[in-house]
């Protein structure tokens, strides 16, 4: 069986749902990290050994074997879905420091 090559690409837009973090009281850097952790970490637990990749980029794209329309592609959108809304992600800035 061939190794599966995950590649999701997403923009800050997206993650913020076009909202601008520091004004909502979050560590935008930070946040970012952490939801490509747990993403990485829902991806890989659903396909164990793939070859994984996860991106800031200006566009919001994610592709399984360099395919957008496959039966894994579409868990992958789940997956993704799934993190989002967790709001786990999120991390508070650090309002003390910045005084």
Do not use: C
């Not at 973090?21 to 990290?33: H, K, T, V």
């Not at 399984?64 to 967790?86: F, P, Q, Y």
Request: hydrophobic share 35%.
């Amino acid at each position: 069986m061939r190794r599966k090559i995950i590649q999701v690409e997403y923009s800050s837009d997206a993650l913020w749902n076009g909202s601008d973090p520091l004004m909502l009281g979050y560590d935008p850097r930070a946040s970012q990290g952490k939801f490509e952790d747990a993403l990485y970490k829902a991806i890989s637990d659903e396909f164990p050994g793939a070859d994984i990749t996860i991106s800031n980029t200006i566009e919001d794209f994610h592709m399984v074997n360099e395919r957008t329309d496959t039966t894994d592609a579409g868990i992958v959108s789940e997956l993704i879905k799934e993190v989002w809304r967790r709001e786990d992600w999120l991390v508070k800035r650090d309002t003390a420091s910045e005084r």
